[in-house]
T-cell receptor, first 112, second 110 residues
Framework: RKEVEQDPGPFNVPEGATVAFNCTYS??????FFWYRQDCRKEPKLLMS?????NEDGRFTAQLNRASQYISLLIRDSKLSDSATYLC?????????????WGLGTSLAVNP | DTGVSQDPRHKITKRGQNVTFRCDPI?????LYWYRQTLGQGPEFLTY????????KSRLLSDRFSAERPKGSFSTLEIQRTEQGDSAMYLC????????FGQGTRLTVV
């Protein structure tokens, strides 16, 4: 089993739709979780951190399910500009060993 | 600009040549990462520094790759005797908690 797994998609949705991505991780002791967004031929950019209590930023909601070892990202009222690849990142270690583990990304295309 | 900066942004080199890339992290970040990314793939871990200590190096890396972070600030990534398969985007990131990326160095080996 890979350390971090994502459905690569692509997800094709119409403008205004609600879309959700899941990301599973294998290390139950993982400490921190993030969603990044990457546009074509650009560097990944932090979208949001994922907290145990869940967190929301405008149209974006991230949740963590430790029991089932997955995190999710929900995008409401999709915009054309949301089209990108969404990367899940898990930080398994604590202290000095805080390497980031990346999923391969989920591709989203929002269509007019 | 207080973000992560990488230099050069683009590099075209002939097969067999050596190349060196530089990364300047966000100044207060003590962790620095190097990744490689090819089209359609997620970032592939290369190596990781905590201050000046190189804590981990991917087994995917051959001996042709070396990275340094001599004073715990900027880092360099050197590729010796480049091969066409080394063509990729080389990304540097620094973090305190969340990671922030530079714009990358796109390497093309011809």
């Amino acid at each position: 089993r890979k350390e971090v797994e994502q459905d690569p998609g692509p997800f094709n949705v119409p403008e205004g739709a609600t879309v959700a991505f899941n990301c599973t991780y294998s290390n139950s002791a993982s400490q921190s979780f993030f969603w990044y967004r990457q546009d074509c031929r650009k560097e990944p950019k932090l979208l949001m951190s994922v907290y145990s209590s869940g967190n929301e930023d405008g149209r974006f909601t991230a949740q963590l399910n430790r029991a089932s070892q997955y995190i999710s990202l929900l995008i409401r009222d999709s915009k054309l500009s949301d089209s990108a690849t969404y990367l899940c990142v898990v930080q398994p270690g604590a202290g000095n060993n805080r390497k980031l583990i990346w999923g391969l990304g989920t591709s989203l295309a929002v269509n007019p | 600009d207080t973000g992560v900066s990488q230099d050069p942004r683009h590099k075209i080199t002939k097969r067999g040549q050596n190349v060196t890339f530089r990364c300047d992290p966000i100044s207060e970040h003590n962790r620095l990462y190097w990744y490689r990314q090819t089209l359609g793939q997620g970032p592939e871990f290369l190596t990781y520094f905590q201050n000046e200590a190189q804590l981990e190096k991917s087994r995917l890396l051959s001996d042709r790759f070396s990275a340094e972070r001599p004073k715990g600030s900027f880092s360099t990534l050197e590729i010796q005797r480049t091969e066409q398969g080394d063509s990729a985007m080389y990304l540097c990131a620094s973090s305190d908690s969340e990671a922030f990326f530079g714009q990358g160095t796109r390497l093309t080996v011809v």
